[in-house]
Nanobody, 122 residues
């Protein structure tokens, strides 16, 4: 059974850093693109960062550029989202998603984790 499990969320003050991890199981890890999305109540799920399969090309959204990075760890079958200089507007439920191609729309992803909450206090 294919599964993604996120961890690492929490409450942090503005300016702090946080690392989210997504652990995959039941899938051929190297053949999947992995992405992080976030969502706040009443808004659409938003692409944050992604990493492609094979060549591990990374894409960071403009709102996260310069502050967030994404990395795949083949040995642990995890993908990390390293967030720094956090802002209150980064507060959201962060989701990990997987599919064969790296794309920006959440509608194209077939496998999702349950989400981990990040709250940044001002």
């Amino acid at each position: 059974q294919k599964q993604l499990v996120e961890s690492g969320g929490g409450v942090v003050p503005a300016g702090d850093s946080l690392i989210l991890s997504c652990t995959a199981s039941g899938l051929s890890f190297d053949y999947y693109a992995l992405a992080w999305f976030r969502q706040v109540p009443g808004k659409e799920r938003e692409f944050v960062a992604g990493i492609s399969s094979a060549i591990n090309r990374t894409v960071i959204s403009p709102v996260a550029q310069g502050r967030f990075t994404i990395a795949r760890h083949k040995d642990k079958e995890t993908v990390d989202l390293r967030m720094s200089s956090l802002k209150p507007e980064d507060t959201a439920l962060y989701y990990c998603a997987a599919d064969r191609l790296l794309r920006y729309s959440p509608l194209t992803y077939g496998l999702w984790g349950q989400g981990t909450q990040v709250t940044v206090s001002s």
